[in-house]
């Protein structure tokens, strides 16, 4: 009898085992007939998505010039006469040399300019200028420059007074130097990306030796008669014309090239994205290794989990035989638990008023295996926030007869000792009168839920002086960037402005007022909109720059807020930097080093700033 048993498990466990390699079979036969006619679809989202990345980073970066350009643009609408302004001159001598830009000039509504050199030129007759005098931000074609008679792509700003446009403040940036701002690598510099106009002149190219597109136009490159194309370039023109996207391949160099194009938001320019065919086919391939690789591994596993299960459901049937009261118990335990989810399950003894920490919690704190006294001991031992006690103690207190749950949300110490938010679910056990004597729960983390709804109400509620965020949405927003964002290098700028109660007594609180408006609307041009920017005070901002390249970008920036100020209200500022994770990997750490920075900015006469690492050096 036991002989027929055994064999019946294993004709299951070979019946089994047949199912799985058929199914295996198939899978895999399926998998491999299939994965080509994906390798294109899986190009073409790879190079949209690309595309798409680098198409906003290219419009961050063109933002970044208009940011550059707008206060002083705004500062050149408040002067009587645009070309004979000694002020202004020195700002565009000034933008000049702290930028990308090769020459700044103001012009004024007949087309008459003047440039940071002080040389006059018209530009009546110039696109860029006329739509500029049409209330527009524009970038130029390639132009040849008059003053220099090298190519160049020119920016251009309406410069308003009131509501009329006056005159307009352009910047031009050589071709070579807006290359650099545009040059982007993708597939681990295996791809390519080309900026073209309209008509498929070439703006902008990958700087690489033998690029893939030959001559001085993409449409034209594809008419040559040794070029093999899966798209007719009366397509491409056409695509083009109606701003459509795209995806083809071509060859050159020997190799199959994929290319993804896409319209830019700039002009009639477009974008293309592109990589050797090879390199996608390679990761294809790849998965062919890991898909035999698994089929292998599966197969292999399958056998002995077989016997395990066999063998495991036999000592489980001869362990049913001998339980008890208890076991019947612990089976109720058991399937309450498997009820709740895979966070942190503890058990509690109502009667006797002592709770067991499972070893997952008590990891990393002071928490002790087995706590006695409940609810108030976890309340003493502030284990529970003191904000909170009152509502814990009560939930846990003179619980009803034939409760079923308890639930509550409560801050719990955690292992660093600070608090976290955590939603509390417990299963009461009840005797025969319905009063309970033992719960089953488990702490589910929910910080991350309730701190971003803290912060989501705090973003709404903004510096009404500044329009900045206020001090509260400030910190809320630092200390998630600093929870989220870990891999890269942020910049915490503490700003105050020298001696204002000084300029608020001697010059009146209006005048204030519109420093502090004036202040707050430069540091908006300066900086992305993906930065944090906050008024903590009267006169004192917090700035938080996220993703920064290095310490002279931080240091540039805060040199252009400074110097813009004392020209425009002859108002000095001291500011105090420190960068994370150099100088803190906490709000608190970076918020006291940078106050720090600035104390010693301030100590230095005022009007200048201060790294925190330096003034360490010092020490």
Same mark, same amino acid.
């Given at each position: 009898?036991?002989?027929?048993?055994?064999?019946?498990?294993?004709?299951?466990?070979?019946?089994?085992?047949?199912?799985?390699?058929?199914?295996?079979?198939?899978?895999? =036969?399926?998998?491999?007939?299939?994965?080509?006619?994906?390798?294109?679809?899986?190009?073409?989202?790879?190079?949209?998505?690309?595309?798409?990345?680098?198409?906003?980073?290219?419009?961050?970066?063109?933002?970044?010039?208009?940011?550059?350009?707008?206060?002083?643009?705004?500062?050149?609408?408040?002067?009587?006469?645009?070309?004979?302004?000694?002020?202004?001159?020195?700002?565009?001598?000034?933008?000049?040399?702290?930028?990308?830009?090769?020459?700044?000039?103001?012009?004024?509504?007949?087309?008459?300019?003047?440039?940071?050199?002080?040389?006059?030129?018209?530009?009546?007759?110039?696109?860029? =200028?006329?739509?500029?005098?049409?209330?527009?931000?524009?970038?130029?074609?390639?132009?040849?420059?008059?003053?220099?008679?090298?190519?160049?792509?020119? =920016?251009?700003?309406?410069?308003?007074?009131?509501?009329?446009?006056?005159? !307009?403040?352009?910047?031009?940036?050589?071709?070579?130097?807006?290359?650099?701002?545009?040059?982007?690598?993708?597939?681990?510099?295996?791809?390519?990306?080309?900026?073209?106009?309209?008509?498929?002149?070439?703006?902008?190219?990958?700087?690489?030796?033998?690029?893939?597109?030959?001559?001085?136009?993409?449409?034209?490159?594809?008419?040559?008669?040794?070029?093999?194309?899966?798209?007719?370039?009366?397509?491409?023109?056409?695509?083009?014309?109606?701003?459509?996207?795209?995806?083809?391949?071509?060859?050159?160099?020997?190799?199959?090239?994929?290319?993804?194009?896409?319209?830019?938001?700039?002009?009639?320019?477009?974008?293309?994205?592109?990589?050797?065919?090879?390199?996608?086919?390679?990761?294809?391939?790849?998965?062919?290794?890991? !898909?035999?690789?698994?089929?292998?591994?599966? =197969?292999?596993?399958?056998?002995?989990?077989?016997?395990?299960?066999?063998?495991?459901?036999?000592?489980?049937?001869?362990?049913?035989?001998?339980?008890?009261?208890?076991?019947?118990?612990?089976?109720?335990?058991?399937?309450?638990?498997?009820?709740?989810?895979?966070?942190?399950?503890?058990? !509690?003894?109502?009667?006797?008023?002592?709770?067991?920490?499972?070893?997952?919690?008590?990891?990393?704190?002071?928490?002790?295996?087995?706590? *006695?006294?409940?609810?108030?001991?976890?309340?003493?031992?502030?284990?529970?926030?003191?904000?909170?006690?009152?509502?814990?103690?009560?939930?846990?207190?003179?619980?009803?007869?034939?409760?079923?749950?308890?639930?509550?949300?409560?801050?719990?110490?955690?292992?660093?000792?600070?608090?976290?938010?955590?939603?509390?679910?417990?299963?009461?056990?009840?005797?025969?009168?319905?009063?309970?004597?033992?719960?089953?729960?488990?702490?589910?983390?929910?910080?991350? *839920?309730?701190?971003?709804?803290?912060?989501?109400?705090?973003?709404?509620?903004?510096?009404?002086?500044?329009?900045?965020?206020?001090?509260?949405?400030?910190?809320?927003?630092?200390?998630?960037?600093?929870?989220?964002?870990?891999?890269?290098?942020?910049?915490?700028?503490?700003?105050?402005?020298?001696?204002?109660?000084?300029?608020?007594?001697?010059?009146?609180?209006?005048?204030?007022?519109?420093?502090?408006?004036?202040?707050?609307?430069?540091?908006?041009?300066?900086?992305?909109?993906?930065?944090?920017?906050?008024?903590?005070?009267?006169?004192?901002?917090?700035?938080?720059?996220?993703?920064?390249?290095?310490?002279?970008?931080?240091?540039?920036?805060?040199?252009?807020?400074?110097?813009?100020?004392?020209?425009?209200?002859?108002?000095?500022?001291?500011?105090?930097?420190?960068?994370?994770?150099?100088?803190?990997?906490?709000?608190?750490?970076?918020?006291?080093?940078?106050?720090?920075?600035?104390?010693?900015?301030?100590?230095?006469?005022?009007?200048?700033?201060?790294?925190?690492?330096?003034?360490?050096?010092?020490?």
């Amino acid at each position: 009898m036991q002989i027929n048993k055994g064999l019946g498990h294993w004709s299951v466990a070979a019946v089994l085992i047949v199912w799985v390699v058929v199914v295996l079979t198939v899978s895999f =036969f399926y998998f491999f007939t299939s994965i080509d006619k994906h390798i294109e679809e899986h190009a073409t989202a790879s190079l949209r998505d690309v595309s798409k990345g680098i198409a906003e980073l290219l419009q961050v970066k063109i933002q970044d010039q208009w940011a550059t350009l707008a206060p002083v643009a705004k500062y050149a609408g408040k002067e009587k006469n645009l070309l004979d302004s000694e002020n202004l001159i020195q700002i565009m001598k000034y933008m000049k040399t702290t930028s990308n830009f090769s020459q700044v000039f103001i012009a004024n509504h007949a087309g008459n300019s003047v440039n940071n050199d002080g040389i006059y030129i018209n530009v009546a007759d110039r696109y860029y =200028f006329k739509k500029a005098m049409q209330g527009d931000n524009n970038i130029s074609q390639i132009l040849q420059s008059r003053g220099t008679g090298k190519d160049v792509f020119v =920016f251009a700003s309406p410069v308003y007074s009131g509501f009329r446009v006056r005159g !307009a403040l352009c910047a031009s940036i050589e071709i070579k130097d807006f290359r650099k701002l545009a040059d982007f690598s993708a597939f681990y510099g295996m791809g390519f990306t080309y900026i073209v106009d309209g008509s498929g002149k070439i703006l902008v190219e990958p700087n690489t030796e033998n690029p893939p597109i030959k001559g001085d136009n993409a449409i034209s490159c594809l008419t040559d008669a040794d070029i093999e194309s899966s798209i007719e370039p009366s397509k491409l023109r056409e695509d083009m014309r109606h701003r459509e996207k795209g995806y083809f391949t071509f060859v050159s160099n020997g190799n199959v090239q994929s290319v993804y194009y896409m319209p830019l938001e700039i002009n009639d320019w477009y974008i293309l994205c592109g990589v050797p065919y090879e390199y996608l086919n390679d990761q294809s391939s790849q998965l062919y290794w890991i !898909a035999l690789l698994l089929s292998f591994g599966v =197969f292999a596993a399958f056998i002995p989990v077989i016997l395990i299960i066999w063998m495991g459901e036999k000592a489980r049937k001869t362990a049913l035989l001998h339980k008890n009261k208890e076991l019947q118990l612990n089976e109720e335990r058991f399937r309450i638990i498997s009820s709740l989810s895979d966070t942190v399950i503890f058990e !509690a003894d109502l009667e006797n008023r002592t709770m067991i920490v499972p070893e997952v919690m008590r990891a990393g704190t002071d928490y002790e295996p087995e706590i *006695e006294g409940l609810p108030y001991s976890l309340v003493e031992k502030g284990y529970i926030h003191p904000d909170d006690a009152e509502a814990f103690i009560s939930l846990h207190k003179n619980i009803p007869p034939f409760t079923k749950t308890l639930s509550g949300e409560f801050r719990i110490k955690g292992m660093v000792g600070d608090y976290m938010w955590h939603k509390i679910e417990e299963v009461l056990i009840s005797d025969e009168n319905g009063k309970a004597f033992k719960s089953i729960g488990r702490a589910l983390n929910i910080d991350d *839920e309730k701190r971003k709804m803290e912060l989501l109400e705090a973003k709404t509620q903004t510096d009404s002086g500044s329009g900045l965020y206020n001090k509260q949405a400030t910190e809320l927003s630092v200390r998630q960037c600093i929870k989220e964002e870990t891999d890269t290098g942020h910049a915490m700028i503490i700003m105050d402005i020298d001696n204002f109660k000084a300029i608020n007594d001697s010059r009146g609180h209006l005048f204030g007022d519109k420093v502090i408006e004036d202040l707050a609307s430069i540091l908006i041009h300066q900086f992305r909109a993906t930065d944090i920017l906050g008024r903590i005070g009267g006169d004192e901002f917090m700035l938080f720059i996220k993703d920064i390249p290095d310490e002279l970008f931080v240091a540039d920036k805060i040199k252009t807020i400074h110097n813009t100020m004392m020209i425009m209200h002859k108002i000095s500022i001291s500011s105090g930097i420190a960068i994370y994770p150099k100088d803190g990997t906490s709000y608190l750490e970076l918020y006291e080093n940078a106050d720090r920075a600035m104390y010693f900015a301030k100590k230095d006469s005022g009007e200048c700033m201060e790294f925190y690492s330096e003034i360490e050096k010092d020490q």
